[in-house]
């Protein structure tokens, strides 16, 4: 495989270095590195990020590839500067059994973009009753650790308990969609006064605060870790807080639309259509009080990761009147713009504090092994080169997967991700895409032993 010497990035501390990627490492890290042998990157003006991860995408592959594949999702991954992705097991086949997890990571390693961790199901069938084949999924060859049943919550108080008892005995975590559905049947967006004037079913805060706090005490009684997804509401931001004072064994995460995005767009701003299905995803897009609570956490800790939920769907299921719309946002693409935008440029956060929340902290919840890892000398080759200066109107030409119901067409946003590299392999230069040919035959020299 060839080297690659990327010349005079901005590390997050400030400082600025040449990263020399050999194979799967980094193997130097400094000033007039010797380019003898390498590919040179100019990053003059870019900053060197470790890969990102997500820990919440939605990659559609088995049963809905009309919406996305693994290929595809890993494209779009890639393409927004992410190195791994924790796909969730809402596929059809539902990913509760070792052998739809094995396929969804074999066909992550044979697409090459990034590493496709599989997330297990909770439940047989998503169906809450009954408890899938966690066992079986973490000793499997995907050796599953993260187990969830997003897109519905794990409701029975007994199931949920067996199960972070089950997950305790290997060291997993359980990620929770919380959401009380005798709460939300029938729910169309946030409740509250603009859900009445709208006519629309409203889908409470409550709802969602409700099952965390149940969740966090049933974690410290199993002594259990618990990981709690898309956190949404400010109530839920102070359940979550009060458990961490406690020493619970919680962690937490948010998307990049619940940062910026809210409840208003529904009834349309600025002169833009109401109703519009981009918006609508679950849970809902909440109030302006909401979002800053949410900003707040994320900047002092008490939410730990940006997580995309991203969640393709076809023309089909978004264009249409808004009761009849799918639920869901692609956001791979975007997610580090729409970070910037929320917490970097009103200072709440660094480029060492996103590179926490969006590589760090992720990889190490998620038990990723290899990435996550500060660039330094000897580290995983995962490395995303970003341009802060840049600024677009995001369009569709952004997008990378198969499906286009982004919140953000028309929008913006600062920033722009120009390299991205996986086990020291470009998956994306110079803006662009490498071709998946090229990407298919650097994974498999790593898969046969190339030298690290």
């Known amino acids: 495989m060839t080297a690659h010497l990327i010349r005079g990035a901005q590390l997050v501390d400030g400082s600025r270095a040449d990263i020399r990627l050999e194979a799967r490492r980094i193997t130097a890290i400094g000033s007039g590195l010797d380019a003898a042998g390498a590919t040179v990157v100019d990053a003059d003006g870019l900053i060197a990020l470790p890969g990102l991860v997500d820990l919440h995408t939605h990659l559609r592959e088995p049963g809905f590839e009309e919406s996305e594949t693994v290929l595809t999702g890993s494209r779009a991954a890639a393409a927004g500067g992410f190195t791994a992705v924790n796909a969730m097991a809402n596929s059809s086949p539902v990913a509760d059994t070792a052998g739809v997890v094995e396929q969804v990571q074999a066909l992550g390693d044979d697409a090459g973009y990034v590493t496709v961790r599989p997330i297990g199901a909770v439940s047989q069938g998503l169906q809450g009753t009954h408890l899938s084949e966690i066992g079986a999924m973490a000793t499997s060859r995907a050796q599953v650790r993260v187990f969830s049943d997003d897109g519905s919550c794990v409701a029975d108080p007994l199931l949920m308990r067996r199960a972070l008892e089950y997950i305790k005995g290997f060291g997993g975590v359980l990620a929770q969609h919380a959401q009380e559905p005798r709460l939300t049947i029938g729910a169309q967006m946030n409740e509250g006064r603009l859900s009445s004037e709208l006519g629309l079913a409203g889908w409470p805060a409550v709802a969602e605060e409700a099952i965390i706090a149940r969740d966090v005490l049933l974690a410290d009684h199993v002594g259990a870790r618990l990981h709690v997804c898309h956190v949404s509401t400010a109530g839920s931001v102070e359940v979550i807080r009060w458990a961490k004072s406690r020493g619970i064994d919680v962690t937490a995460e948010v998307t990049p639309h619940h940062l910026v995005l809210t409840e208003d767009l529904i009834a349309g701003v600025d002169g833009a259509p109401g109703y519009d299905a981009r ?77 926490r929340v969006l590589s760090e902290a992720p990889a190490r919840i998620g038990q990723v092994e290899g990435h996550g890892q500060r660039i330094a000398e000897g580290a995983p080759a995962e490395v995303t080169l970003y341009d802060p200066a840049a600024v677009r109107e995001f369009s569709v030409d952004d997008l990378a997967g198969q499906s286009q119901n982004s919140p953000y067409l028309g929008m913006r946003l600062p920033g722009r991700v120009v390299a991205t590299f996986h086990h020291g392999y470009p998956t994306l230069l110079d803006g662009a895409l490498v071709d998946a040919e090229t990407v298919a035959a650097n994974a498999r020299a790593v898969r046969a032993g190339a030298p690290a």
């Open 279 to 355: 918006y609508k995803v679950n849970p809902p897009l909440r109030s302006r009080e909401d979002v800053d609570a949410l900003r707040a956490a994320l900047a002092d800790g008490t939410i730990d990761v940006v997580a995309t939920d991203h969640a393709p769907h076809t023309a089909e299921a978004k264009c249409c009147e808004w009761p009849a719309a799918a639920n869901g946002m692609v956001g791979l693409e975007s997610a580090l713009s729409v970070v910037h935008a929320a917490v970097v440029e009103d200072g709440r956060l660094g480029w060492a504090d996103v590179a």
